[in-house]
């Protein structure tokens, strides 16, 4: 008969699979399942650290762009825009356009204020011809003019006009927000306006405002 | 005599035919767990670098883009402003459209006398005078869904139409 010592000895071996199952059934809730587990806290970080990759790249870009921006030009570009649509009504450009796109043909006879700030034109002129003439030079100027209606009645006719204008809006800085793109988005704007007559009184507002020297200061 | 006591000798005998397969297969087992366990706490630590790493760099990235705070804001307000007149180009209601579309044709005897035109309502209505009231409804299949809205005769004999178009 042999003894409980030798018996012992005789299954030792398995202590070695015994040792690597309870191994792996312990740390099985760390690595493998469970809450805490490192696979699904890897894949988490792993799209975290992709997503910030991505916010840094894009980062680089804007700063490669801000850096690659001349104010001195984006304050000349904003200039031509503000010419283009003032930020406040200048009426004087509006009678100043009318008188240049009324030309020979077209005599004006009077001016009436409209409600939104508007002028109505009181024209004497030959036909439908000599007034269409005029809407589209008085649509091709400089600041933009929109014409708010149209009445011909034998030779006089009553033309709406109004000077699209907008104030400036409260723009501000975000630095995570993507910086939009500028590139030869106003040098196309200047070349489609070129062959638009511009307005020599283009300074003089309902308001009596002054324009900002600086357009960007707060 | 039943006996009824396991035959101990046979029993390790049995199971030790399997003790050098087991001992494969535990070293595999666990060979594999440890490179898996290894890999997985590798993987993390080199992660989480990266991500100490990205994050440095956003911080800094930032705070130079702070820098630039009135180059940016100038570049948004001329954005704006871009937007605000491409708008006024391109949505506002030209009222000479349909007067080149009437002027583009001839109309044999008729005189357009009168002309309406809102920007809101987008339509003309051209007031036509002849003496022949057949030339209205000519003037009026010429032009594409344009409506005789309005008709009289005056007392000089002359047919004035208000012609929708």
């Known amino acids: 008969m042999e003894s409980g010592n030798t018996i012992v000895k005789k299954w030792l071996w398995l202590a070695y699979p015994g040792v690597v199952v309870l191994l792996i059934g312990f740390s099985w809730q760390w690595l493998v399942a ?175 405002e002054t324009t900002k020297a600086d357009p960007f200061s707060e | 005599m039943i006996n009824l006591l396991p035959d101990t000798k046979n029993i390790i005998t049995n199971w030790m035919r399997y003790k050098g397969v087991v001992g494969v297969i535990s070293s595999f087992v666990l060979g594999g767990y440890i490179l898996a366990a290894a890999g997985s706490a590798g993987w993390w630590l080199f992660l989480t670098r990266q991500d100490e790493a990205v994050k440095a760099e956003i911080e800094s990235l930032t705070s130079q883009i702070i820098d630039l705070k009135g180059t940016e804001t100038a570049v948004r307000v001329v954005d704006e402003r871009v937007g605000v007149v491409n708008s006024f180009l391109t949505g506002q209601a030209d009222p000479t459209v349909l007067m080149t579309q009437v002027l583009g044709q001839t109309f044999e005897g008729i005189k357009i006398s009168g002309w309406t035109w809102k920007s809101d309502k987008k339509v003309a209505v051209a007031t036509v005078e002849t003496t022949d009231v057949q030339a209205i409804e000519t003037f009026r299949q010429k032009i594409k869904g344009s409506k005789v809205i309005n008709l009289i005769r005056t007392a000089e004999g002359l047919w004035k139409a208000e012609i929708q178009l």
């Open chain 1, 34 to 208: 469970g809450p805490d587990q490192i696979w699904q806290k890897i894949a988490v970080k792993q799209q975290k650290v992709t997503s910030q990759q991505m916010e840094a790249s894009n980062l680089r870009q804007k700063l490669a762009v801000l850096r690659s921006q001349d104010v001195n030009n984006l304050q000349s570009q904003l200039g031509f825009l503000e010419l283009v649509v003032p930020t406040d009504n200048k009426v004087a450009a509006l009678l100043a356009l009318s008188r240049q796109a009324a030309g020979e043909s077209v005599t004006i006879n009077g001016y009436k204020g409209a409600t939104g700030g508007g002028l109505t034109l009181s024209l004497r002129l030959a036909d439908l011809t000599v007034l269409k003439d005029m809407l589209l030079r008085l649509q091709q100027t400089v600041p933009l003019l929109v014409v708010k209606s149209v009445k011909l009645s034998g030779e006089t006719a009553e033309v709406g006009l109004e000077v699209a204008w907008k104030p400036a809006k409260a723009v501000e800085a975000e630095a995570d927000r993507p910086l939009p793109v500028l590139t030869g988005v106003v040098e196309q704007l200047q070349q489609k306006l070129a062959s638009y007559t511009t307005s020599v009184v283009g300074v003089a507002t309902t308001s009596g």
